[in-house]
């Protein structure tokens, strides 16, 4: 049977800046792939609505490029996470993760700058027990560039312990960073291209890879 991998967004870009090489890889061997993704923008919260409609566009070309098998949108009010409550939020992810059966699951740094991120982490995390998720094997913490190290404290510092090779894969993820075009900026802006390239340079460094994304490995059971 074939790997099944969720990754959790909590904004579309993050699962492709946090592992969109490491997606491609596990696409390309065969596992199956889904996306949880938690927030959306909406008119109602002073978007227009072209570009509620270009955002939707984004994510359907993302989940083509990527290979997602299946994409499951929350669509919850982006920056305002933190006005859900956390048994509402665990509720809604038990019923994806209980649908989906991920054998692997990938979700933000819990010390990432961005609110959004840390009650993601916190739900998803609540979502990984055993004895009720039985499917799951690994949990790793990816990292997004632009949030992550942002944070203020030790305790805000990624420290990655597991490493993917992404050398043949690093150009087609820069590809689908592209389709995310407003998210992006000239460097030494965060989510640029340049970063992005700089950081996968670091991360291979750090493991004898051309190219790497770095995780931390939270829990794995064989």
Known sequence: MNDRVLVVAPHPD????GCGGTLLRLHQQGAELAWLIV??????FGWTSERVKQRDTEICEVAKFI???Q???LRLPTTRLDSVSMQELINQFSVVFKSFEPQQL???NRSDAHTDHRVVHDA???????FRYPSIRRVLAYETISETGFGLGAESEFHPNYFVDISDFLERKLKVVAIYQSEL???PFPRSIEAIRALAAVRGAASGFVAAEGFQLLRERQ
């Open 14 to 17: 993050d699962e492709t800046l």
């Open 39 to 44: 927030t959306g923008i909406s008119e109602e």
């Open 67 to 69: 290979g997602f098998s």
């Open 71 to 73: 994409v499951f949108n």
């Open 106 to 108: 990938f979700l933000p």
């Open 124 to 130: 998803a995390a609540a979502c990984t027990k055993w």
């Open 185 to 187: 900026g000239t460097f």
